[in-house]
């Protein structure tokens, strides 16, 4: 397939509503600007805590059903910032590859795509985690881009209005991301800040965007439901890189707020404690290099 010009995938991502329940739908991403923090430093994510920035530019996407994503495009926008500087990187794709990795990614599976493999200099290890293994409770899939760039083989492409190869850009100024199957057709509208019926909370540079659910009890239907306008979307200042999304409670502590098992289920149960340890988003803390 020829690559279109991203001016082009953006125009065509926003005009094109979804033909169908999505697929693969956008779960969470980063608004934090590189100097503030979370809530001004009273918030925190599960893997990073509470540092500048938040690890940088990055966004999650679940996987509903079972899909084939070699060719899927990943359409983000955003408008141009109004200060100096104003109208880099506002509008790219993200490419998956053909690779084998990509060819039956299951539901209720989590890809990560962040820029950096240190966590948006945070140091902290965000390299490619290729470890993914659903049947032995490892549903996470962790790409960071600028690495894939830098392969002869990667397992993502990149293009962006202005930038360098494995760049992207995640914001607080009406961020969407629109996701299209290999033939360029829409399977997630653009999804975001920015996307038509959203009525959530405006996003600020001390915030993340996550899908709040849905929560205990739910069915494949309620994923199934899930939309650009759905009321689970909204802004928050407790993020999950890596894992389910969850509420940032007073104390510190992380409660989940998403229930895959109607997704999950379909995998042969790995055991009782890795099967505990994937339902309950805790592999955050897990990076093995890809």
Avoid: C, H
Avoid at 4 to 30: D, F, T
Avoid at 191 to 206: C, F, H, I, L, Q
């Amino acid at each position: 397939m020829t690559p279109r010009p991203v001016a082009l995938i953006a125009a065509a991502a926003l005009a094109a509503p979804a033909a169908s329940a999505a697929p693969v739908v956008l779960n969470e991403y980063n608004a934090v600007s590189g100097s503030k923090q979370l809530d001004d430093g009273a918030g925190a994510d599960a893997f990073f805590g509470t540092i500048d920035g938040n690890g940088g530019n990055w966004f999650e996407l679940l996987v509903i059903e079972d899909t084939d994503l070699r060719g899927w495009q990943l359409a983000w926008t955003e408008a141009e910032e109004t200060f100096t500087g104003s109208g880099i990187n506002t509008a790219g794709t993200l490419t998956l590859t053909g690779d084998a990795l990509w060819s039956d990614v299951k539901a209720g599976s989590l890809i990560t795509f962040i820029e950096t493999a240190d966590g948006g200099g945070s140091l902290l290890d965000t390299s490619t985690d290729t470890s993914y293994d659903p049947v032995a409770g490892d549903w996470t899939i962790n790409v960071a881009t600028r690495e894939e760039a830098g392969k002869a083989a990667g397992l993502v492409t990149t293009t962006t209005n202005d930038g360098s190869p494995g760049d992207f850009s995640v914001g607080n100024e009406d961020w969407t991301l629109t996701i299209l199957d290999a033939g360029g057709v829409v399977r997630a509208a653009a999804t975001g800040e920015g996307a038509p019926g959203y009525a959530g909370d405006k996003v600020n540079s001390r915030e993340g965007f996550a899908l709040e659910g849905p929560g205990a009890g739910a069915t494949l239907a309620d994923f199934q439901a899930i939309g650009a306008d759905s009321s689970l979307y909204d802004d928050t200042s407790g993020t999950t890189y890596g894992s389910l999304n969850a509420d940032l409670q007073p104390d510190g502590s992380f409660v989940i707020e998403q229930d895959v098992s109607a997704l999950r289920n379909q995998i042969p149960e790995p055991g009782t404690a890795a099967l505990a340890a994937a339902g309950l988003g805790l592999l955050a803390s897990r990076r093995r290099r890809g």
